[in-house]
């Protein structure tokens, strides 16, 4: 007799619900964000969910997300006019990549005051560039491999959420006007990441763990690559961000351009 197999597709219902922001309530934020380049494109919107979440359904959780009829109702991508406009078309397949995400305070930036990168005044290290005169070793350390700094943080520590957001704020969008000090980058990094994240604390131990599971995702549709957008460009981003226990979750998004000018 044939062995018979089965799977099964969990499926999660969605609704749009109200939520505040600090980092888009924040006029200091609001300013910096304005500053590189990335005010109007980033964007946050949060959801409520019906079933029990598991790390190991993320795939099932995004592909019912971008399939759910009040989520494409609701969701906003931007087109390349830099317009805010709905999915224009069904989503047939996502792909998902879950991201570690276990930091818990900021130490994971302490080896950057450790090495050529950052001076003990938080300011930031010119280099020598032949396309970008202001270049200078944080970008560098952030994207050059072969840059003697880029393994002071490791390979691990990279993948956290707490760094991938720390990178996409010093990358900045496409008029990004880079900082000569490290401290607004980490401070803002602190701020988003503690509006994005849940954690909890161990009533005995005290301790405090991250309870949230980090997807990166991009849906396409019959015409392929459709959310966060048509082009792939490293600081074009969306992450889903669940909070099991509220089942709450918040679509972290940010399209690569040209920002607000003004706040």
């Given at each position: 007799?044939?062995?018979?197999?089965?799977?099964?597709?969990?499926?999660?219902?969605?609704?749009?619900?109200?939520?505040?922001?600090?980092?888009?309530?924040?006029?200091?934020?609001?300013?910096?964000?304005?500053?590189?380049?990335?005010?109007?494109?980033?964007?946050?919107?949060?959801?409520?969910?019906?079933?029990?979440?598991?790390?190991?359904?993320?795939?099932?959780?995004?592909?019912?997300?971008?399939?759910?009829?009040?989520?494409?109702?609701?969701?906003?991508?931007?087109?390349?006019?830099?317009?805010?406009?709905?999915?224009?078309?069904?989503?047939?397949?996502?792909?998902?990549?879950?991201?570690?995400?276990?930091?818990?305070?900021?130490?994971?930036?302490?080896?950057?005051?450790?090495?050529?990168?950052?001076?003990?005044?938080?300011?930031?290290?010119?280099?020598?560039?032949?396309?970008?005169?202001?270049?200078?070793?944080?970008?560098?350390?952030?994207?050059?491999?072969?840059?003697?700094?880029?393994?002071?943080?490791?390979?691990?520590?990279?993948?956290?959420?707490?760094?991938?957001?720390?990178?996409?704020?010093?990358?900045?969008g496409e008029l990004c006007q880079y900082e000569d000090v490290v401290s607004p980058y980490i401070d803002?990094?602190?701020?988003?990441?503690?509006?994005?994240?849940?954690?909890?604390?161990?009533?005995?131990?005290?301790?405090?763990?991250?309870?949230?599971?980090?997807?990166?995702?991009?849906?396409?549709?019959?015409?392929?690559?459709?959310?966060?957008?048509?082009?792939?460009?490293?600081?074009?981003?969306?992450?889903?961000?669940?909070?099991?226990?509220?089942?709450?979750?918040?679509l972290f998004y940010h399209c690569y351009g040209v920002g607000t000018f003004t706040l």
């Open positions: 007799m044939a062995e018979v197999t089965c799977s099964f597709e969990q499926t999660f219902s969605f609704t749009p619900i109200e939520k505040t922001f600090s980092f888009l309530q924040d006029k200091d934020t609001l300013q910096l964000l304005l500053k590189w380049s990335m005010l109007g494109r980033i964007s946050a919107q949060c959801y409520c969910f019906d079933q029990k979440f598991y790390p190991y359904s993320g795939k099932d959780f995004a592909q019912s997300f971008f399939k759910d009829p009040d989520v494409g109702a609701s969701l906003r991508k931007m087109e390349a006019a830099g317009a805010w406009v709905p999915l224009d078309s069904p989503v047939v397949s996502v792909e998902v990549e879950p991201v570690p995400c276990t930091k818990v305070s900021m130490d994971l930036f302490d080896p950057i005051y450790t090495c050529e990168i950052v001076r003990s005044s938080g300011h930031v290290l010119k280099c020598y560039h032949e396309a970008y005169p202001d270049y200078d070793e944080l970008r560098r350390m952030l994207q050059d491999e072969d840059s003697e700094n880029y393994h002071v943080v490791g390979r691990e520590e990279r993948a956290e959420f707490l760094f991938r957001l720390f990178k996409h704020l010093s990358l900045g803002t990094t602190k701020l988003i990441y503690k509006d994005l994240v849940s954690v909890k604390k161990d009533p005995e131990t005290k301790e405090i763990s991250v309870v949230s599971t980090v997807l990166k995702v991009c849906a396409y549709d019959a015409s392929g690559r459709c959310y966060p957008a048509r082009r792939d460009q490293e600081q074009t981003f969306a992450y889903m961000i669940v909070d099991p226990f509220k089942r709450h979750v918040c």
